[in-house]
Nanobody, 114 residues
């Protein structure tokens, strides 16, 4: 059974930075494509970024050049470095693990506001 635990969400001013972390418990972490999703109030959950076990990454257009997804297969961790944050980045951010099955974390709140 896979469990995902996010951390790192916070209140930050526009232009600031945050680093989200996701701890994976279970086996064969490197076999999973990992991702970050976010859901703002009143909106649908959207994909932010993904990273394969081999390190291939994808990003939604709105975060390209500002966010960086990474993973450490030895530590079973994935990260999302968020720079130049904007108010529209405010959302609950969810960690996602996918291969045959899909698993979700409980979410961590990111609020960008002055």
């Amino acid at each position: 059974q896979v469990q995902l635990v996010e951390s790192g969400g916070d209140l930050v001013q526009p232009g600031g930075s945050l680093r989200l972390s996701c701890a994976f418990s279970g086996s064969r972490f490197s076999f999973y494509t990992m991702g970050w999703y976010r859901q703002a109030p009143g909106q649908q959950r959207e994909l932010v970024a993904t990273i394969t076990g081999g390190g291939t990454t994808t990003y939604v257009e709105s975060v390209k050049g500002r966010f960086t997804i990474s993973r450490d297969n030895a530590k079973k961790m994935q990260y999302l470095q968020m720079n130049s944050l904007k108010s529209e980045d405010t959302a609950v951010y969810y960690c996602n693990a996918r291969n045959i099955n899909v698993y979700w974390g409980q979410g961590t709140q990111v609020t960008v506001s002055s």
